[in-house]
Nanobody, 124 residues
Framework: QVQLVESGGGLVQAGGSLRLSCAAS????????MGWFRQAPGKEREFVAC????????YYADSVKGRFTISRDNAKNTLYLQMNGLKPEDTGVYSC?????????????????WGQGTQVTVSS
């Protein structure tokens, strides 16, 4: 079955960095656009970044532009999110999703598969 497993979350001070990974199995990874979403307590899941199948286009939420970088390694079936300049408002559970569309969606409903998520906590 399809599995998406996130890792790399943790507790970090404001201004620090983290690198998240999402290891995929059970699906043809290179045929899927991939995205990162996050959910803070009491809030809805929100879009962070997404990337096309062959990495030729990436998309970012305005709140993370210039600080976060999404990338993928299709040979390793792995998606990444490099997060720099972290702020307390970046705190949340970060989840990766797989979207069979050519252009990745910007809303959670457009993704067919999800991981369980990894907690990111940024202290002030």
């Amino acid at each position: 079955q399809v599995q998406l497993v996130e890792s790399g979350g943790g507790l970090v001070q404001a201004g620090g960095s983290l690198r998240l990974s999402c290891a995929a199995s059970g699906l043809p990874f290179s045929n899927y656009a991939m995205g990162w979403f996050r959910q803070a307590p009491g809030k809805e899941r929100e879009f962070v970044a997404c990337i096309r199948r062959n990495s030729d286009r990436t998309y970012y939420a305005d709140s993370v532009k210039g600080r976060f970088t999404i990338s993928r390694d299709n040979a390793k079936n792995t998606l990444y999110l490099q997060m720099n300049g972290l702020k307390p408002e970046d705190t949340g559970v970060y989840s990766c999703g797989a979207d069979s569309s050519y252009t990745p969606g910007l809303t959670p409903g457009e993704y067919q598969y999800w991981g369980q998520g990894t907690q990111v906590t940024v202290s002030s």
